[in-house]
């Protein structure tokens, strides 16, 4: 069974730091484009950030610009999302989705095009 499960999600301080982490299982995603959505209460659901299999290519929606950080490592079949300079409308669900495509040298910027989805983890920002 395919699995995404992210955690790191809690409470953090404005300004503060977070990471979270997305782990799959079932099938390795090497090969896949991984990125990060977030949904805000009442908000649609968007992309925060992606990564192609390779790591050469990397997406970054404009409000988080410089503040976080995306990454992989292959061989543990996990991805990453470092968040800094934490804001109060960064609160949302965090969740983690992976491309449905091998070996795409781009990152999908919409839902459709990921396949697969983790539950999400809150990340809460208290001002």
């Known amino acids: 069974q395919v699995q995404l499960v992210e955690s790191g999600g809690g409470l953090v301080q404005a300004g503060g730091s977070l990471r979270l982490s997305c782990a799959a299982s079932?099938?390795?995603?090497?090969?896949?484009?991984m990125g990060w959505f977030r949904q805000a209460p009442g908000k649609e659901r968007e992309i925060v950030a992606g990564?192609?299999?390779?790591?050469?290519?990397?997406y970054y929606r404009d409000s988080v610009k410089g503040r976080f950080t995306i990454s992989r490592y292959n061989a543990k079949n996990t991805v990453y999302l470092q968040m800094n300079s934490r804001k109060s409308e960064d609160t949302a669900v965090y969740y983690c989705a992976a491309d449905q495509s091998f070996f795409h040298g781009r990152v999908p910027v919409g839902q459709s095009g990921y396949e697969y989805w983790g539950r999400g983890t809150q990340v809460t920002v208290s001002s």
């Open positions: 990564i192609t299999w390779d790591g050469r290519n990397t």
């Open positions: 079932g099938r390795t995603f090497s090969r896949n484009t």
